[in-house]
């Protein structure tokens, strides 16, 4: 089983929607989580960290289930320049490593 | 711009030769990982170096190896090249100790192995 796993996409959505992505972990000692945007052959770059009580940044909203170990991201209001693949991370608590999923592409049409 | 920078930005190599990809660390970062991202794929963690030491180490083989500098940057040297090296290899420094650690990436070195 992979560390984390995520639905690889492409998700295509129309300006304007709202979409969701999942992810779930499989180390129940993870101590931070993480979305990270990577543009086409470009660099990761944090999206925003994720709390247990849920936490929101304009239109991102993340969302995490400990109990569950899963780990949500919502976006509002789709944007052209939303289109990127979304990283899923989480930091293990023993060493300042990150494990990635492989990630979602997400894909805004006008 | 995230301050840090790697170099080359691109290689060819061939099978069995050896590459020394660098990095230079962001300004007040003392950590640097090094991820690699084969097509389609997430970055994988290969190790992380703090204060001049190896500070973990993931699934990646001895032929993978490194090294970080008083100054902090790192270097990453990879022998006996295979075809399945190539990748998009990223580095990220950080300030350790801190358990919401953020890690800012470099640009990357995309290495083609022939």
């Known amino acids: 089983r992979k560390e984390v796993e995520q639905d690889p996409g492409p998700f295509n959505v129309p300006e304007g929607a709202t979409v969701a992505f999942n992810c779930t972990y499989s180390?129940?000692?993870?101590?931070?989580f993480f979305w990270y945007r990577q543009d086409c052959r470009k660099e990761p770059k944090l999206l925003m960290s994720?709390?247990?009580s849920g936490n929101e940044d304009g239109r991102f909203t993340a969302q995490l289930n400990r109990a569950s170990q899963y780990i949500s991201l919502l976006i509002r209001d789709s944007k052209l320049s939303d289109s990127a693949t979304y990283l899923c991370?989480?930091?293990?608590?023993?060493?300042?490593?990150?494990?990635f999923g492989t990630g979602t592409r997400l894909q805004v049409f006008p | 711009e995230t301050g840090v920078t790697q170099s080359p930005t691109h290689l060819i190599k061939t099978r069995g030769q050896q590459v020394t990809l660098r990095c230079s660390s962001q300004?007040?970062?003392?950590?640097v990982s090094w991820y690699q991202q084969a097509l389609g794929q997430g970055p994988q963690f290969i190790f992380q170096?703090?204060?001049?030491?190896?500070?973990g180490r993931g699934n990646f083989p001895p032929r993978f190896s490194g090294l970080q500098f008083p100054n902090y940057s790192s270097e990453l040297n990879v022998n006996a090249l295979e075809l399945d090296d190539s990748a998009l290899y990223l580095c990220?420094?950080?300030?350790?100790?801190?358990?919401?650690?953020?890690?800012?990436f470099g640009p990357g070195t995309r290495l083609t192995v022939l």
């Open positions: 990220a420094s950080s300030k350790t100790g801190r358990l919401d650690n953020e890690q800012f």
């Open positions: 991370v989480v930091n293990l608590a023993e060493a300042d490593k990150l494990i």
């Open positions: 170096y703090y204060r001049e030491e190896e500070n």
């Open positions: 994720v709390y247990s």
């Open positions: 180390n129940s000692a993870s101590q931070s």
């Open positions: 300004s007040g970062h003392n950590t």
